[in-house]
């Protein structure tokens, strides 16, 4: 396993967990550890022991948003060179499922991030929020995107304006998170969810988020087309096979991601 | 560092004294923020199993001081900047905590009771929702607990005729918990804060998660929380002290972890 600075990353069974690892600073987001994230995601996205990825940070907060003091002194040209957003658009290639682990504070580039999560289930207790404009600035790794692609420009708008922090319950009426459970318990939740999502036929999750992904950013015409492309495609597997076959003889499917 | 309470912690228990006793302990902003502020203390305060909120003095608390009032007030604002953010401290903290109403607890000085888990009342103190006197309605939280407490009618006439509520009334309505004698009171206070500093804490908590919880989410909602919950205990220390002293005959000495 590749040593990280600024997150740490396991592998259990076949669920790979990446944590967020600058528990003193809020998990603050800087660059190398976006680079990092990217990099650990990338890894156990090619591992086939891996099925599932679950991202969560060290400490109280999932994270309190990106570091302001590396941005501060930043310039246009730079920032255009940089090109630092690059890496943002490498997690959205992901293909295995990630679910997101978030608690106590999930703030601009932290919200973004678990924007990119593909389930979030979040501690009590926890608030949201994309606080940027409060800085003369305004997220910039896909938030405005994200979030009205979830929640729709009206909530999207009053938000982003604001900077409100939004509670998690009022997140789990806007549909931006799935569940919401006892901060004792979030590790012991996500897990038992990822073992869920790992014991289900691997190449249907992969095409089923493939699918759904595509609806969030095409027409219904092409979206139906590429779903059906999907839906073929998966006759071709051998978990197709056993789970009508299992069906038949009224067992429990064995699934090999083949 | 505090002015108009008092903070101390002892033996496990922290008290928090409404320390304006001239004049009746009456709110103004500062108190609303240091008694929020003595709240998340004790919350985070490893040692405390118990919370204690009295008043210095003949009352309790005697609400919103009125001195402070103006024609310009924006009365909202007030709320959500002062008496919200102390309430939903009291709110969020999962250590019980006790009101001893030695006096009267009146206007927002009755909602603060309302807030904490128990009210143990002296035979001097008495209940007033004053806001009707003054063309005002009952404010920081005071009928969503009220109704909880003594349902829908009784708490549309504590709210609309604003009358004074008696201890023993109180007792007998269900408001409070416990009427206690001018002469015991200190003494009675001190120890049903004892019993509760030496249960187990983190259970106490989570009965606390789930009580709100009757009031916000829905049956299958509840029922979930419920099972987490009963998880969470059911790996506490307190837990197994519980179980070996019932195998153990023996009486339990709980950790509060």
Redesign the interface.
């Known amino acids: 396993m590749i040593n990280f600075e600024f997150i740490e990353t396991s592998l259990t069974e076949n669920i790979g967990v990446i944590e967020l690892n600058r528990p003193r600073q809020l998990n603050s987001l800087n660059r190398k550890m976006i680079s990092e994230i990217v990099v650990a995601m990338e890894d156990f996205d090619r591992n086939d022991h891996v099925r599932v990825i679950v991202l969560t940070g060290k400490g109280r907060a999932f994270s309190a948003g990106a570091d302001i003091d590396e941005m501060t002194e930043d310039d246009p040209i730079r920032l255009e060179l940089l090109n630092q957003f690059a890496d943002w658009d490498r997690l959205a290639l992901i293909k295995k499922p990630i679910i997101g682990a978030v608690k106590g504070f999930v703030f601009g580039g932290g919200f973004e991030l678990a924007l990119c999560c593909d389930v979030l289930i979040s501690a009590s207790g926890t608030e949201f929020s994309f606080p940027e404009v409060g800085l003369g600035v305004m997220p910039g790794a896909g938030g405005t995107q994200r979030l009205t692609k979830l929640v729709g420009r009206a909530k999207a708008l009053e938000w982003l304006w604001t900077g409100e922090r939004i509670p998690a319950q009022l997140a789990l009426e806007q549909g931006v998170i799935n569940k919401i459970v006892a901060p004792e318990l979030l590790m012991e939740e996500a897990m038992k969810f990822a073992e869920r999502l790992a014991k289900q036929p691997p190449l249907s999750v992969r095409l089923i988020k493939d699918s759904v992904n595509k609806a969030v950013d095409s027409s219904l015409h092409e979206g139906m087309q590429y779903e059906r492309k999907n839906f073929y495609l998966l006759f071709a597997t051998e978990d197709q096979k056993e789970g009508m076959k299992a069906f038949k003889e009224k067992r429990k499917p064995d699934y090999r991601g083949r | 560092m505090y002015e108009t309470i008092r903070y101390e912690v002892r033996d496990n228990i922290a008290w928090v004294y409404l320390n304006r006793p001239d004049k009746l302990n009456a709110f103004i902003a500062q108190m609303n923020h240091e008694i929020k502020e003595a709240i998340k203390s004790a919350t985070f305060d490893n040692q405390v199993r118990c919370i204690v909120l009295t008043g210095e003095g003949r009352a309790f608390c005697s609400g919103q001081d009125l001195s402070e009032v103006n024609e310009d007030m924006d009365h909202g604002q007030v709320l959500r900047d002062h008496y919200g953010p102390m309430i939903k401290q009291i709110r969020?903290c999962e250590k019980p905590i006790v009101a001893a109403v030695n006096g009267v607890a009146a206007g927002a000085g009755f909602s603060l009771a309302l807030a904490c888990d128990f009210r143990l009342v002296s035979e001097r103190a008495s209940f007033l929702n004053a806001f009707i006197h003054v063309g005002l309605i009952p404010d920081s939280g005071n009928l969503h607990y009220l109704t909880q407490l003594v349902g829908q009618a009784k708490a549309m006439e504590l709210a609309v005729l604003g009358e004074k509520v008696s201890a023993s009334d109180a007792v007998a309505m269900g408001l409070a918990n416990k009427l206690i004698s001018t002469d015991a009171w200190e003494e009675e206070v001190l120890s049903f804060a004892k019993r509760l500093a030496a249960l187990p804490t983190k259970a106490i908590g989570l009965i606390k998660?789930s009580l709100k919880a009757v009031s916000e989410q829905s049956f299958d909602a509840y029922l979930e929380?419920e099972a987490?919950?009963q998880?969470?205990a059911g790996q506490t220390e307190d837990h197994r002290e519980g179980l070996n002293a019932f195998m153990e005959k023996r009486t339990p000495v709980y950790s509060g972890k």
């Open positions: 969020q998660r929380l987490q919950g998880r969470i």
